[in-house]
């Protein structure tokens, strides 16, 4: 199953239902995003870092979980609709059914205060593993005056105005999609 760069031969659907899964069962909190980019861009090479981060971006833009929508993207990119549709399986199935047995569990542990407290710990954790992310991913976006105005205007639109998400994201990703593209057909 693990490749090397130099290894032309795209996955299988279960050697990627198989990864999905794997990453499901042991990506706790968040950072699942990480653990993606580790797998098929660092470790595997089956994506570069500009094909993970403009399926990230197309992720996060699209309605719905964006783990989700990213083994959707990663598995139809590497293996067509099997490839999209056994990695959605391997990223749900079998993590479901866990959460559903964590989720009973944690029902009946809800009456000890140290629950509470694990709670607390596990959240801390989850933020750190986003921001570790955040600036992974920051540090490899090209810097030019236009995207930082667009992250700019959407964090002062969302944290400050308190502008519906929505909304701003319809209006700024077409505006920003628009731009770039009469920027491509201009060169």
């Known amino acids: 199953m693990p490749r090397t760069i130099d290894d032309p031969a795209p996955p299988t659907p279960l050697a990627l239902f198989l990864i999905f ?3 499901g069962l042991t990506s706790f909190g968040g950072g ?3 653990w993606l980019f580790r797998e098929f861009v660092a470790d595997r090479g089956w994506l570069s870092e500009d094909e993970f981060l403009n399926g990230l971006a197309l992720a996060q833009a699209l309605p719905g979980v964006n783990v989700t929508n990213m083994a959707i993207w990663i598995g139809h990119r590497l293996a067509g609709f099997r490839g ?3 990695s959605v399986a391997g990223i749900v199935a079998l993590p479901g059914c866990l959460i559903i047995l964590i989720g009973a569990s944690f029902a009946w542990l809800s009456r000890f ?3 509470h407290t694990a709670l607390v710990g596990a959240s801390a954790a989850s933020i750190g593993l986003s921001f570790t992310m ?3 991913t920051a540090r490899r976006v090209v810097r030019k005056a236009r995207p930082l105005l667009f992250m700019g205007g959407t964090f002062v ?3 400050l105005l308190q502008w519906p998400l929505v909304w ?3 209006v700024a990703g077409a505006a920003s999609v628009a731009l770039e ?3 491509l057909t201009r060169s």
Do not use: K, M, N
Request: aromatic residues 8%; proline residues 4%.
């Open 113 to 115: 205060p140290v629950t």
């Open 181 to 183: 593209y009469a920027d």
């Open 157 to 159: 639109a969302v944290a």
């Open 134 to 136: 955040a600036f992974a």
């Open 32 to 34: 699942l995003s990480g």
């Open 21 to 23: 899964t794997r990453i």
């Open 84 to 86: 999209a549709a056994a």
């Open 168 to 170: 701003v994201v319809i």
